[in-house]
């Protein structure tokens, strides 16, 4: 309830008559007016006080609106002066101003001023517009320093996207630069098509979280470096820049591809004059002039046996000539050994000749030769061994024909077996057989190694 001041002595009984009362008013505010008008001045302590009459607690009061016929009751505030009954201002010109003024009819009070953080006023600010799955755009302003965005009903921005993390990202703005960060998020943040962590935002870029598009409007903010040109000029740039590349690349590889193809050939050619070089190795005949020597001595020294041992000094004679016998098989392994450490040699040319080729089909055909060079290389081999095999069991021989000729019993069931490995003949016929066929075959395939080397040269 508000106090009213007298206005002046012009407000009194005898200023208006009784009987005036405003136009098409109600029979209550009539029966106010009437009140009114037959009373004295209210005195300065006197409040309006009665049913009809009496103010509202808040600052305008709501009285009918002189001259509306049956219109509705009009708002009061302190911005419009009151009427007296004749449509004049109430306490108009007075010594005292009305505590009451009114607002148009109809109209709502100012709304409440939205505060803002004063840190949204140094710089820029931004608009964040949102599409979600469903399609519908909205506008969020960016009204604090730090806006969350998510599927939570928590978020700043909380948008219905089931692609959406509960707290997916959050903008700040951070020393006049707007920037987005992960918060951990099961699909992550794309920025203009690029999965990004924590970077600043431009004005017109457009963010992905799940299936919600957000495009950035920053308000007094910069274009993105690079966003100025247009996407069908760019995306040309960067065809022409590919297939540039493209043809560069495919360019150098042709040329790249017919260099090695040429170090093929040579490291082809290589090998096979390496191969054929190696087939002239000859070792089973190293051995044939050893072989006579050997046959000649065994006729010499005939076949002993226990049934007719000899004694004395042709004991002593045939003993000792087995026994030099041995040592010439030893010396003949030991010659034949040399081809071996030739065929080493050659197989470590051959090897690093086939390391230096690059074509697949290439390389296939040189690795079957050098299996082939192999199986020749191993017939060297197996004729040391026989050689070996043959001084050793000679050695054994000539032990126990010594001890038979001592007189152990013993001893003869080994002399009668005679010498336990094949004879040197034997060993020379097994020697050529295996040579001969893996030298063939060795040269079976350096032929086609030669076609290919020569059909090579012709592209």
């Not at 219109?71 to 419009?80: M, N, T």
């Not at 590919?242 to 090695?260: C, D, E, F, H």
């Not at 054929?276 to 044939?288: D, Y």
Request: one cysteine or more; proline letters at 5%.
């Amino acid at each position: 309830m508000r106090t009213f001041v007298s206005p002046s002595p012009r407000f009194s009984s005898t200023s208006a008559p009784a009987t005036a009362q405003p136009p098409n008013t109600t029979a209550s505010s009539r029966r106010c007016w009437k009140a009114s008008a037959t009373t004295s001045p209210p005195t300065r302590a006197a409040k309006w006080r009665g049913r009809c009459c009496a103010a509202p607690a808040s600052r305008s009061a709501t009285i009918p609106r002189p001259g509306a016929a049956g219109g509705p009751a009009k708002r009061f505030s302190s911005r419009e002066p009151l009427l007296d009954p004749s449509g004049a201002g109430l306490y108009a010109g007075g010594p005292h101003q009305s505590l009451f003024t009114r607002e148009n009819m109809g109209e709502e009070g100012t709304p409440k001023t939205e505060m803002i953080n004063p840190a949204l006023l140094d710089g820029v600010s931004a608009n964040f517009i949102v599409k979600g799955p469903s399609g519908v755009e909205k506008a969020y302003p960016m009204r604090s320093v730090t806006v969350t965005i998510g599927r939570s009903d928590q978020c700043d921005i909380a948008v219905k996207d089931g692609s959406m993390s509960g707290r997916h990202a959050e903008i700040t703005k951070i020393n006049g630069e707007i920037r987005v960060k992960d918060m951990g998020s099961a699909n992550g943040i794309w920025l203009n098509g690029e999965r990004v962590d924590d970077v600043e935002l431009f004005d017109g870029d457009v963010l992905r979280l799940g299936q919600t598009s957000i495009r950035i409007d920053v308000v007094g903010g910069r274009k993105r470096p690079d966003a100025g040109m247009s996407p069908k000029v760019l995306a040309a740039i960067i065809i022409g820049v590919v297939v540039l590349v493209g043809a560069v690349i495919g360019v150098g590889l042709t040329l790249k591809k017919r260099a090695q193809h040429r170090r093929d050939l040579a490291s082809l050619a290589a090998f096979v004059t390496a191969a054929r070089e190696s087939q002239k190795s000859k070792p089973c005949a190293a051995a044939v002039d050893k072989v006579a020597d050997v046959a000649k001595t065994l006729n010499t020294l005939g076949k002993a046996g226990c049934a007719n041992l000899p004694k004395g000094e042709e004991a002593r004679r045939q003993v000792a000539g087995y026994r030099e016998l041995a040592r010439t098989y030893d010396r003949i392994a030991l010659s034949i050994q040399q081809f071996a450490a030739q065929s080493s040699s050659n197989a470590q040319a051959l090897t690093g000749a086939a390391e230096q080729i690059a074509d697949e089909k290439i390389k296939s055909a040189v690795a079957e030769a050098q299996d082939l060079v192999e199986q020749r290389a191993q017939v060297t081999n197996t004729f040391i061994a026989d050689w070996k095999k043959l001084s050793q069991a000679t050695t054994t021989y000539a032990s126990a024909l010594d001890q038979a000729f001592q007189g152990n019993k013993t001893a003869c069931a080994t002399v009668d077996k005679g010498v336990l490995a094949k004879t040197a003949p034997e060993v020379l016929v097994s020697c050529n057989k295996g040579f001969d066929k893996a030298k063939n075959a060795v040269e079976e395939k350096l032929k086609e190694l030669d076609e290919v080397a020569g059909g090579g040269e012709a592209e």
